[in-house]
């Protein structure tokens, strides 16, 4: 039986691992749900999982949750950022699954590695901010990263059994997000609804909009650096419509790996929850009688601005990566509240790098401090 902590229990990765933990009760335990305000969700995750431990943002939300559990529950509730840590890093604990989105992931990772548990990654943005301080204290601690994203997982898989010398390339596969074949004249009309209507993947509000400006992309390319431990150059994005190729790797004597699929996050989170098996998920493969093609294109970096913007922030390194994703933040949320335009977000995160007076060889607390001058300078640049 393996003992879990779900980090980030109501949204999309969240509720899809509890599917894998539903499925294999004899294999998997949830030990501890944290989420942040959906409470009614929440509530319902504790009366079918009966987790020990339930954490949610503040003590409102914990006087709600509090108030839709069934009398006689038997559940402890905490809430803030020491809930969060004390969900990731409990004794008892064997994996504590990371799918909160956004910045809020990086602290309470570093304390489940800190505790020594395994990490199975869905919040790429711990990488992002801080790839080479989180990689190198799993390397001290003895802690296994398993990547969920399925873009990650698919270049782990395409990885086993081959020498890392031997690796020439990465190449990570991006469905291209409902713009793809959208003319750049018309990108100042889209909408907040059109952006949200992704045309293979089911997921929450701001990965979906990061993936309709492959933002997105480009947190997984630095995520993929940091991961596996590669230069920029040897990571390029491929754009697959189709979303049945997750991600290829080519090796220095031409061969290329490829993992597939269809587009169903299940099959990353159960690879990493029972790692190195395969769990019997009686999903389908992909329809290979013709009816389908498979076809590949280069990313076009004037539509999609953001995606050039990550590349430099991963060339640039240090506190860069920290400001792009900062910045990004805020101005998806900005955009998702309309207060800017689409086209108005690759804006913002471009003026907040500008202006950025990076940090060398910077510690934790410099990519904090990093984070929030990002926050607060791409804030007033939307106010203004």
């Avoid at 994005?237 to 299940?266: E, F, N, R, T, W």
């Amino acid at each position: 039986m393996k003992n879990l902590s779900i980090l980030g229990s109501t949204g999309s990765i969240g509720c899809n691992a509890l599917k894998i933990v539903e499925m294999f009760p004899k294999r998997f335990c949830a030990k501890a749900l944290a989420a942040k305000t959906n409470t009614s969700l929440l509530a319902k995750q504790i009366e079918q999982f009966a987790p020990e431990l339930a954490v949610v943002y503040d003590e409102d939300n914990a006087t709600q949750l509090k108030n839709k559990l069934a009398p006689g529950t038997k559940v402890d509730i905490l809430c803030g950022q020491d809930g969060y840590l004390t969900a990731a890093s409990t004794a008892g604990i064997d994996m504590t699954i990371t799918a909160v989105v956004g910045a809020a992931g990086l602290m309470p990772t570093l304390a489940a590695i800190e505790a020594g548990k395994t990490i199975a990654l869905a919040n790429k943005e711990t990488l992002v901010m801080a790839g080479e301080i989180v990689v190198k204290k799993a390397a001290q601690k003895g802690v296994q990263i398993l990547p969920i994203d399925s873009e990650h997982s698919a270049i782990f898989q395409c990885l086993q059994g081959q020498r890392k010398e031997d690796l020439a390339k990465i190449l990570l596969t991006a469905s291209g997000g409902p713009f793809l074949n959208r003319p750049l004249a018309e990108f100042s009309e889209i909408t907040k609804a059109q952006a949200l209507n992704h045309p293979n993947w089911e997921m929450g509000p701001k990965i979906t909009i990061d993936s309709a400006t492959l933002m997105n992309k480009g947190l997984e390319v630095l995520e993929a650096k940091s991961l596996f431990g590669v230069s920029d150059d040897m990571i390029e994005v491929v754009i697959h419509p189709q979303s049945v190729i997750h991600s290829m790797v080519a090796y220095k004597d031409g061969s290329i790996i490829a993992q597939l699929g269809i587009p169903d996050m299940k099959g990353a989170i159960a690879y990493a929850l029972s790692y190195p098996e395969r769990l019997a998920l009686n999903q389908p493969i992909p329809d290979f009688s013709g009816e389908q093609d498979l076809t590949f294109q280069k990313p076009d970096l004037d539509k999609f601005p953001c995606l050039a913007l990550a590349f430099k922030a991963c060339k640039v390194g240090k506190t860069m990566p920290a400001v792009l994703n900062a910045a990004n933040e805020v101005a998806v949320n900005a955009f998702l509240k309309k207060k800017i335009s689409f086209i108005e977000i690759a804006k913002v995160v471009s003026k907040t790098m500008e202006a950025h007076d990076v940090h060398s060889n910077p510690n934790l607390e410099d990519i904090i401090t990093a984070d929030k001058w990002a926050r607060r300078t791409a804030g007033e640049l939307i106010s203004s």
